[in-house]
C-alpha cells in the first residue's frame, strides 16, 4: 500500500502544486483539491491502477483524504 499512497501523493504534488498535506486531510475541505481537479485524480488512478471507477463509488469515503483513496484503490486490487 506505500507505493499506492506515494504515488497518488507524487501526483498531487505535481499536479495541484501541493508540498505537504496530511495523509487524513480530506482534499476538499483542506483545499488541495477542488471539484474539478477530483476529477482529474479519478482520471488519473483509473489510467494507474487499472479500473473504472464507477458513479457510485464517487463518495468522500472512497476518494476525500489519501488514507481513504489508497484504501479504496487497495479494496478494488484485491
Given amino acids: 500500500m506505500d507505493s499506492i499512497r506515494q504515488k497518488i501523493r507524487s501526483f498531487i504534488s505535481d499536479t495541484f502544486f501541493v508540498d ?3 495523509d487524513s ?3 476538499l475541505k483542506s483545499g488541495t483539491i477542488d471539484s474539478t481537479g477530483m476529477m482529474e485524480l479519478v ?3 483509473e489510467q494507474e491502477f487499472g479500473f473504472k471507477v ?3 463509488e464517487l463518495v468522500p469515503e472512497n476518494l476525500d483524504s489519501l488514507d481513504n483513496l489508497s484504501q ?3 479494496r478494488k486490487q484485491a
Fill in 20 to 22: 505537504a498535506f496530511d
Fill in 25 to 27: 486531510a480530506s482534499f
Fill in 43 to 45: 482520471n488519473f488512478v
Fill in 54 to 56: 464507477a458513479d457510485n
Fill in 72 to 74: 479504496f484503490i487497495s
